[in-house]
């Protein structure tokens, strides 16, 4: 489970290019989630072997410069109460502005982590100048050049000093957790409601890992698990129920706890910008996925909708399209219990297991059969593959040439692999290592 550190600050402080200098540092480093959305927003990172999660509030501000100064507040307000570490950047071109002392007065009274990080000190002038940040009374300050990534370095190093201890993703009862994700208004609510409502086998409620949220034990197809709410998370008075950014902050949380996703699509929105990165994030966490499409009573059809329908989601989810979609009416509960049975089947392929000998007896003849092209007149040989002991699908296959094998075989050897084993829902990883 990795933390959440947000950036905050007025518009135009260099929020995003921090972001995005952090996302792309090096390969290691799972990149921002992909999606039609204007900006990227968050992502994963690492920094001393240290995974976290990062989130931009930059993007998220909207409206005419009037307005600016209360949607600021609110991001703020949002970050302070989900995330773990706070980073707020200012400028130091333009000092302190009547924005930061706002934003510095509301992040005074917290008890969480904040570092105060002054933006484009790239020469001994600026650094003398950043020492005006003082005033802002949250103490020490970190210079850095988001641009070149300047002092980047040390404020990281505090980071990941001051982020909460790991701790581990499974409840102490090591049931699954399957989370019910998704924009607002789409039915995650009401579809919980359904199932809570009809089926007489719950145990008990429990208290969850992710602050907040309401896990809800639940026994159904002789299978026990925690159902996560996210809509139960705590409503606050100064936040709106649409916020596109707290409906992130809550899917972050949520994902990052979950086995299993559904993502909840409204069929008269469609698999919009905001879904689409809610459902790219859990595929990055390596989650299991779900999509449930609600309110497919609302939609006109005919015979084909539904087939044309999957064929968008599936042509925008690409090359992950190995993803079950159930339609669903939770107000008419229709096909509410499939949509269940079907995340249990994908956290069933998420723990499948394979022989070591049993995956080379399935590999190496499909290999010696489809060799993978020569590099420069060179043969690249695989020996040996086994199945890592990971918590989600991964492979390691031993060879020895690994660094010249393309993605377009190790998408091959994938897709191999799904048509022969179900692992439908769930993201593989195949490695290639040097034997």
């Known amino acids: 489970m990795s933390a959440i550190v947000a950036v905050v600050g007025r518009p135009n402080v260099g929020k995003s290019t921090f972001f995005n200098r952090l996302i792309q540092r090096r390969e290691a480093i799972v990149d921002a989630v992909s999606g039609v959305t204007r900006d990227r927003h968050y992502g994963k990172t690492d920094w001393n072997g240290r995974e976290f999660t990062v989130i931009d509030t930059g993007g998220y501000v909207v409206g005419s410069d009037d307005v600016f100064e209360a949607e600021i507040d609110r991001q703020v307000e949002l970050a302070i109460d989900e995330a773990d570490v706070i980073i707020f950047m200012v400028d130091v071109e333009s000092g302190i502005t009547g924005m930061d002392e706002d934003v510095a007065n509301l992040l005074r009274r917290v008890s969480k982590p904040v570092l105060l990080a002054v933006n484009k000190v790239d020469n001994n002038k600026r650094a003398a100048d950043a020492v005006e940040f003082y005033n802002l009374g949250l103490g020490d300050y970190f210079t850095i050049a988001a641009t070149n990534g300047s002092g980047t370095g040390d404020l990281l190093d505090a980071v990941v000093e001051v982020l909460p201890p790991e701790k581990e993703e499974k409840e102490e009862d090591d049931l699954p957790r399957f989370a019910v994700v998704g924009r607002p208004n789409a039915g995650k609510s009401s579809f919980i409601n359904a199932l809570i409502g009809e089926e007489r086998y719950i145990v008990t409620d429990i208290a969850g890992t992710t602050r907040d949220a309401i896990d809800t034990k639940y026994n159904r197809f002789g299978f026990e698990f925690n159902l996560v709410d996210t809509a139960g998370i705590r409503r606050k008075s100064k936040v709106k129920e649409d916020l596109e950014f707290y409906s992130v902050m809550r899917s972050v949380r949520a994902i990052e706890h979950a086995d299993v996703c559904l993502v ?84 069933k392929n998420k723990t499948r297991r394979i022989s070591t000998s049993e995956l080379n007896d399935f590999f190496l003849p499909l290999i010696e059969a489809f060799p993978p092209p020569a590099y420069k007149g060179k043969y690249i040989k695989i020996k040996y593959c086994m199945q890592l002991p990971t918590p989600q699908p991964q492979f390691a296959l031993f060879c020895n040439l690994p660094q010249y094998l ?30």
Do not use: C
């Open 264 to 347: 909840v699509v409204d069929a008269t929105r469609g698999f919009d910008g905001q879904v689409q990165n809610i459902f790219w994030l859990a595929e990055r966490n390596r989650k299991g996925v779900v999509i449930l499409v609600n309110k497919w009573d609302l939609v006109e059809k005919d015979t084909k909708t539904m087939k044309q329908f999957e064929k968008q989601i599936k042509q925008q989810i690409e090359p992950f399209t190995d993803v079950p979609i159930v339609f669903i009416s939770v107000l008419n509960k229709q096909r509410i219990f499939k949509a269940i049975e079907t995340a249990v089947q994908v956290y």
């Open 406 to 435: 393309k993605e377009g075989y190790r998408r091959f050897l994938e897709n191999k692999l799904r048509e022969a084993y179900d692992f439908s829902g769930v993201p593989i990883s195949i490695y290639f290592r040097k034997k």
